[in-house]
């Protein structure tokens, strides 16, 4: 398999996985923190799974953004392919805390000496946190992306999608609080990362990076 193909499939499976994990998403219908808490512990051992398959999702993804990103440096806006090549390294390590985080969310909900609902709460709101500066890292990195592949004459309706889903990222990261509007907002960005995503792992399977 060809690093090109390779990176393409990273891009097409990589959104595919966490959206898969929506529906049974543990915590997708509290409104407190406190209530994601209870509703991941009704079930800890579909919580790891979600979790586990989503941020493999993320990781994939990321990768794949960032193999290509990398393919990109050379040549026209080259510039450009490097700071979000850059941002990519930066998200990087971000999801590996929020997962180690969300796995310690539950490690500490199961274990009756350190079930404190302070503990609990805080290691979920952290990995929260770690998850929104991934999403602004990567929603950069995207609008850096798509800016570059437009320059080199890739489709414009194309890289316009990919350009609005880095900016849902990055505007989704500055949203806090529990209501309908944050969560329509929120999934309607991760809807259209994800089909856009896709879009781009197909051009990429079909077509030279370097272009």
Partial sequence: MTLQRFTALLLIIGP?????????????????????????GDNTTLS??????????FAGFVTG???????????????????ANAMLIL???LIVLQFGLRLATISSIS????????????????????????GLFA??????????????????????ALAIAG????????????????????FVTWIWFSLSTIAVGV???RNKLTI
């Fill in 16 to 40: 595919i996985l966490p959206f898969l994990m929506f529906p049974i998403w543990p915590s997708s219908d509290a409104e407190s923190t406190a209530e994601s808490v209870k509703a991941i």
């Fill in 48 to 57: 790891t799974i979600v979790f586990t398959v989503a941020h493999l999702g």
């Fill in 65 to 83: 953004y960032f193999l290509l990103t990398k393919q990109l440096q050379n040549g026209v806006a080259g510039g450009a392919a490097t700071v």
């Fill in 91 to 93: 998200s990087a390590p």
């Fill in 111 to 134: 274990d009756p000496q350190i079930s404190e609902p302070i503990i609990v709460e805080t290691l979920l709101v952290v990995s929260r946190t770690a998850g929104d500066a991934t």
């Fill in 139 to 160: 929603g950069i990195a995207m609008v850096l992306g798509a800016y570059v592949l437009r320059q080199r004459n890739v489709n414009a309706v194309l890289t316009t």
């Fill in 167 to 186: 900016i849902g990222f990055i505007v989704d990261t500055f949203l806090s609080g529990n209501s309908d509007l944050v969560d329509t907002i929120g």
């Fill in 203 to 205: 051009f990429a399977y």
